[in-house]
């Protein structure tokens, strides 16, 4: 330090000094042997702020400059940090959501939605980021891995809610989106463990909101999963009525083609996938560089190879197959890392060997 450098205690006495001369007309109401008091409380206080904005900012620093070396370390030796209680008890939960669904279907052989487990969990990420004290309950059952006692506190607040919704008529239909949307987290929360649960918690919400599309599908789809496909049908055709724009009307063709082929009715499945991919080829072409939309058109090739394979025209189903797959390929390419691409390609591959396969095609 230099000879003539303020000292620590110096610097806080000139800054004594400039709040002193800033602050001493606004304390002036004060006795006057406060106010020197008074200053030194607000100098204090403002060395305390200022400290703590630096403290903030060499924090930042620390770790900016230690995260290379820390990510290096981790990666040679393979150490994991330690999960916290919150990842701890995410895994718990999926853990038994995954074997409530197992049991589910050994028990009725229901063919449940690939993505149920997937939108129990968004049901659960959006009750525990819900900011509703009526579902404190719930959101204490979920931070304990108790799935079943979240969803009977979700019940609790949709029977807490019920009758509120029935006296109050100038709110009705605000009331009634908020009604919805509780009916079908605990719709999301039953279809792991049970799909007659689900479908009566997704059939209030969709009483409530006619109009929710997303609403429409889940129905449609967990009807199918229970055998119910004139129900399935019905919901189709109403999700088909609800979409709201090009690729809702995309995903409801694909789901009412789903229906039919299950019907049986092969012709009408594939005339309602063609009709399909014309959208999603149409919504590709106008954002080539939008992923989503891509790999929705390779999904109704995929959905069209499919048909035509359960006709027997396997040289068509070959063409769709490998018109997916170059798509699949394109984007699996551009994104390694993702592994959800990977699985996509890697069952475009299986389903070309499939045909193969079928035409005597083994080298």
Known sequence: ????????EQSIFTIRDCMGGDLAPCLAWLPDGLIPYAIIFFTIIGVLILALGVWKKVVDLWRAITW????????????????SKAEKNTE???????????????????DLPQDT?????????EVLESNDPGKDDA????????IQGAENALIAVYEGEDPAFKRIDDEALQFKGKHARTAREIAALAAVRSVEDALVWYQKAADLEPDDFSTRIEL???????????????????????????????????????????QGDLPGALGSFRASMVIRKRLAEADASNAGLQRDLSVSHNKIGGVQVKQGDLPEALRSFRASHAIFERLAGADPSDAGLQRDLSVSHNKIGGVLVAQGDLP
């Open 1 to 8: 330090m230099a000879e003539n450098d303020p000292t620590a």
């Open 68 to 83: 290379g070396p820390r990510a290096l370390w981790r990666w040679i030796t393979g150490y994991e940090p330690p999960k």
């Open 92 to 110: 718990k939960i999926l853990k038994m959501m995954f074997a409530a669904q197992a049991k589910q279907a050994e028990k009725s052989g229901a």
């Open 117 to 125: 487990v997937e939108r129990a969990v968004a049901a659960m990420r």
């Open 139 to 146: 959101r204490k059952a979920f931070q304990k891995g108790d």
């Open 220 to 262: 449609a789809r967990l009807h199918q999963a229970h055998g119910n496909l004139d129900a399935a049908y019905k919901s189709t055709l109403a999700a088909q009525q609800a979409a709201k724009d090009d690729r809702d009307r995309s995903v409801a063709l694909n789901e009412i083609g789903g229906v039919l082929v299950a």
